[in-house]
């Protein structure tokens, strides 16, 4: 069974996460009647574009009661947008059925939210205009897309078979689009993961600075205090240049 996936992951992912809260998972339901002119993954899918509107909106609403994103002078319109960027949303189940003579697909999705994480990150964010304006630009261009595939589906009602063609094919184009986008997020996501595995396997306590480098690459992020951050793994320098610390900011875990 397809189960849609819709993974907004960002340049902001290479911020490290020096939170280790609770998760918070939300959730949320929408049904969708298929259409004379839609397929199960058409509707599937318009389903799960809806499903996955609501729980980010829950999603935004409860970050922002439970953050002190006030603090970072940002809009309620912005914490909804970066949050979003940093969601993952999923699907946990979909059943079909019939709802007189219309067959509906019933789908419930979640998002886990890391409150003190996304409160890390959109204090990072605040002080990094170039940032802001790349999620900006990326969930303005995905919106724009999702705008157009809810249009074209009104569309798609009442068309005729020729009209329902082009139209369907052009609503597929736009899908592709958004799953290229996708595709490209969990390279990165793979890429973290690789990264973070390298560094607490390879870097050891009282390796210099061009000893680490030289192993596992330059660092994908550095801070003032002398860490070194590749994935999820801050590496840590004494004023020597000289490794005293690795933590592993996923699991709260130190390499001794």
């Given at each position: 069974?397809?189960?849609?996936?819709?993974?907004?992951?960002?340049?902001?992912?290479?911020?490290?996460?020096?939170?280790?809260?609770?998760?918070?998972?939300?959730?949320?339901?929408?049904?969708?009647?298929?259409?004379?002119?839609?397929?199960?993954?058409?509707?599937?899918?318009?389903c799960f574009l809806e499903a996955k509107r609501k729980?980010?909106?829950?999603?935004?609403?409860?970050?922002?009661?439970?953050?002190?994103?006030?603090?970072?002078?940002?809009?309620?319109?912005?914490?909804?947008?970066?949050?979003?960027?940093?969601?993952?949303?999923?699907?946990?189940?979909?059943?079909?059925?019939?709802?007189?003579?219309?067959?509906?697909?019933?789908?419930?999705?979640?998002?886990?939210?890391?409150?003190?994480?996304?409160?890390?990150?959109?204090?990072?964010?605040?002080?990094?205009?170039?940032?802001?304006?790349?999620?900006?630009?990326?969930?303005?261009?995905?919106?724009?897309?999702?705008?157009?595939?809810?249009?074209?589906?009104?569309?798609?009602?009442?068309?005729?078979?020729?009209?329902?063609?082009?139209?369907?094919?052009?609503?597929?184009?736009?899908?592709?689009?958004?799953?290229?986008?996708?595709?490209?997020?969990?390279?990165?996501?793979?890429?973290?993961?690789?990264?973070?595995?390298?560094?607490?396997?390879?870097?050891?306590?009282?390796?210099?600075?061009?000893?680490?480098?030289?192993?596992?690459?330059?660092?994908?992020?550095?801070?003032?205090?002398?860490?070194?951050?590749?994935?999820?793994?801050?590496?840590?320098?004494?004023?020597?240049?000289?490794?005293?610390?690795?933590?592993?900011?996923?699991?709260?875990?130190?390499?001794?």
């Open positions: 069974m397809f189960r849609p996936a819709y993974i907004i992951l960002t340049v902001l992912i290479l911020i490290p996460n020096i939170s280790h809260a609770k998760i918070e998972t939300i959730f949320a339901d929408h049904k969708h009647v298929m259409g004379d002119n839609d397929s199960k993954n058409d509707a599937r899918r318009m729980v980010l909106k829950k999603a935004g609403t409860y970050i922002e009661s439970h953050t002190q994103a006030k603090n970072y002078q940002l809009t309620k319109d912005e914490i909804n947008s970066y949050a979003s960027a940093l969601l993952k949303v999923e699907t946990v189940k979909e059943e079909w059925r019939f709802v007189g003579e219309n067959l509906t697909i019933f789908m419930t999705v979640k998002a886990e939210v890391d409150t003190g994480h996304i409160e890390k990150q959109l204090a990072k964010i605040k002080k990094d205009t170039s940032v802001q304006k790349k999620i900006k630009d990326q969930q303005a261009q995905i919106q724009e897309m999702e705008r157009k595939i809810v249009n074209l589906q009104k569309h798609l009602g009442s068309a005729g078979a020729t009209k329902a063609s082009v139209l369907r094919k052009e609503r597929n184009v736009t899908f592709k689009q958004i799953d290229t986008i996708e595709a490209q997020k969990i390279e990165i996501l793979t890429r973290i993961e690789s990264r973070s595995r390298d560094a607490w396997k390879h870097i050891e306590i009282g390796m210099y600075r061009k000893d680490v480098k030289s192993l596992i690459g330059t660092p994908d992020s550095y801070d003032d205090y002398r860490g070194w951050y590749y994935g999820n793994i801050k590496i840590g320098f004494n004023s020597a240049g000289i490794v005293n610390g690795i933590y592993n900011m996923k699991t709260g875990k130190h390499k001794k």
